[in-house]
């Protein structure tokens, strides 16, 4: 035979589940910091982006000086001849 459930232990019941919900405050605490995350991730995208152009700027010039080298080389393998 299945468990009688009373009005006062269905309340009971759903009272609980009321108690584990988010409160409307709940919500707005957690869409704040949500908001404080996305800002500071912003700024470190702006970081990252800047951090990379300085990368690329001296893998640039180092290419260049290998470049530079190699013309060096070839220069003086000619002025030899």
Do not use: W
Request: no cysteine.
């Amino acid at each position: 035979m299945p468990k009688r459930i009373t009005i006062d232990t269905l309340a009971e019941m759903v009272k609980e589940g009321f108690e584990k919900t988010a409160s409307k405050a709940d919500l707005v605490e957690i869409k704040t910091e949500l908001s404080q995350v996305k800002t500071e991730l912003s700024e470190f995208k702006v970081e990252v982006k800047h951090d990379l152009e300085d990368i690329k700027l001296r893998l640039d010039n180092t290419a260049y000086k290998f470049e530079i080298q190699d013309h060096e080389r070839r220069i003086t393998a000619l002025e030899q001849k």
